[in-house]
């Protein structure tokens, strides 16, 4: 059973910083890409950032570029997203999201999701 389990939101003021993780069961983690997303109510989800299965590679969304930065540690199986210099624009909920093969179809799998406000 796959799980995603996020944690680390919080309420932090403009300027701040927090640290997203993201713990993983239920698949090999080690071969999969994780990416996080982030939903504004009444808007689609965001990409955000991801992360190849290795680490060796990553993208983000223009909008956090130079200020979020996206992780991982395979032996743990979790992903984190290390948020510095937040602004009240990234106020939302932020989720974890992996596609995982079974056979030859592919499964999309969200975690619960974490909110994070910034806000003075």
């Known amino acids: 059973q796959v799980q995603l389990v996020e944690s680390g939101g919080g309420l932090v003021q403009p300027g701040g910083s927090l640290r997203l993780s993201c713990a993983a069961s239920g698949f090999t983690f080690s071969s999969t890409t994780m990416r996080w997303y982030r939903q504004v109510p009444g808007t689609e989800r965001e990409l955000v950032a991801e992360?190849?299965?290795?680490?060796?590679?990553?993208k983000y969304a223009d909008s956090v570029k130079g200020r979020f930065t996206i992780s991982r540690d395979n032996a743990n199986k979790k992903v984190y997203l290390q948020m510095n210099n937040l602004k009240s624009e990234d106020t939302a909920v932020y989720y974890c999201?992996?596609?995982?093969?079974?056979?030859?179809?592919?499964?999309?799998?969200w975690g619960q999701g974490t909110q994070v406000t910034v806000s003075s």
């Open positions: 999201y992996t596609v995982v093969r079974v056979v030859n179809v592919f499964y999309g799998y």
């Open positions: 992360i190849t299965s290795s680490g060796s590679a990553t």
